[in-house]
Each structure stands twice: as C-alpha cells, then as structure tokens.
C-alpha cells in the first residue's frame, strides 16, 4: 500500500478564495483524521469520521471549515473563505481500530500558504 | 481532560551519547501513551506505545520508553543517538471519549550531533 496520500503537497492561494485539500486513506482503515499543524498552536486534531461519519468536529476553528468523507477511499477538507491565519501544514491521517489502538498513519501534508 | 506535556521544546546530544526526550500525562484512569516522530516536510510517525503489562516498551529504530505511574511520566529513551533520529517528537495520549482519537503534546527537537 502506498500510505496516506494527499493532495496538493502545495498550495498557494490569495485571502478569499476556496480551498481544497484531499486524502486518500489507507484501504481498509475505517478511521480518518483530519490534523492542522502550526508553529504557534503545534499539531490539533480538526474532525475525524469513523467508517466514513464524522464522530467528533469540535477542533473545527469555525464554520469556514468543513469536511466530508463521500466513501472509504476519500475525504476533502475545505476552507471557504480561506484567510491569511489558515496558513498552515494540514495532516489527513487513518487508522484500523481492530489493528491496535492509536496507530494512526500520517500522510506527508499539505502546506497552504493564504497571502 | 486527558493531557501530555513535553516541557522541553529541544534536546541536544552527542552522536553515540543515551537519548530521553521527556513526557509527562494527566489522565483520569489508565492511560493509553503513544510516542511519534516527524521527520522534515514529513507525516508524523508512529514509534511505540504503551497499553498495558511491561513498564518498558520497545519501538521502532531501536526505542524505547518507560512507563512510570507514579511519576506520571512516559520518557522517551534510546542508548545510542544517530545523526539520523535528529526530528519532532511528539507524545501523546488517548483522549478517554474516543478509542481511537488521540491528543498530543506539543514536540521535542531532538538534535543529534556527529
């Protein structure tokens, strides 16, 4: 299996604009986790779906944010409005609960740059 | 609230000198422990965790933690650094409301030199 994959590696966008960012979880993994990482705040854990529902959203910063998992194999964050605070490394990671617990499987990031 | 902290934000070593990176938790209940690492421009890594049973638990790239209850401590530890485990170490501990959400400290440099 090839990991956790996101998309983009990169993003750039000016203040205003949507944006979104995608992950594949591992197959099989029914948990997926969305994870923000800054220098200011480290790493915050944002929503998380189990078998493809979101169980817990409460790290959601605000209504601009918002994330869906349309099957087991995809997930989307998106930033609408994007602003220049939302600066940061995002993290998609999955997990198999049957496997062990906590032993979750990061993707490499997206960094987004909002100017 | 289940919490760790990580009360150095770097820890520098000698290559071939014993490495701890240090994490300390409050939970209610019997903690879960976790360890990752974060190399460069990469996704966090899973390194060991700590359920139940042994107090010393032993990972990936040779290390290890200790489980200390009555120091609410999981320290992070290996005998021999490399150049190469020069990354962010977080700790991290299950949060009591989910089996499989977990919440993490803040990270440890670890910078090793040659």
């Known amino acids: 299996d090839a990991g956790v994959i996101q998309s983009p590696r990169h993003e750039v966008t000016e203040m205003g604009q949507e944006v979104t960012l995608r992950c594949k979880p591992i197959?099989?993994?029914?948990?997926l986790f969305w994870y923000r990482q800054t220098m200011m705040r480290g790493l915050e854990l944002l929503i998380y779906f189990n078998n493809n529902v979101p169980i817990d959203d409460s790290g959601m910063p605000e209504d601009r944010f918002s994330a869906k998992m349309p099957n087991a194999s995809f997930s989307t964050l998106k930033i609408q409005p994007s602003e220049p605070r939302d600066s940061a490394v995002y993290f998609c990671?999955?997990?198999?609960?049957?496997?062990?617990?906590?032993?979750?499987?990061f993707g490499q990031g997206t960094r987004l740059t909002v100017v | 609230a289940q919490s760790v902290a990580q009360p150095e934000d770097q820890v520098n070593v000698a290559e071939g000198n014993p490495l701890t990176v240090k994490c300390t938790y409050s939970v209610s209940g019997n903690p879960y422990l976790f360890w990752y690492v974060q190399y460069p421009n990469r996704g966090l890594q899973f390194l060991l965790k700590?359920?139940?049973?042994?107090?010393l638990v032993k990972g990936s790239y040779g290390f290890e933690a200790e489980f200390n209850k009555s120091q609410t401590s999981f320290h992070l530890k290996k005998p021999s650094a490399l150049v190469s485990d020069s990354a962010l170490y977080f700790c991290a501990v299950r949060d009591i409301r989910s089996f499989q959400k977990l919440v993490f400290g803040t990270g440890t440099r670890l910078l090793v030199s040659p």
């Open positions: 700590y359920i139940t049973g042994d107090n």
């Open positions: 990671a999955s997990s198999f609960a049957s496997v062990g617990v906590g032993e979750a499987f």
């Open positions: 197959s099989g993994h029914d948990y």
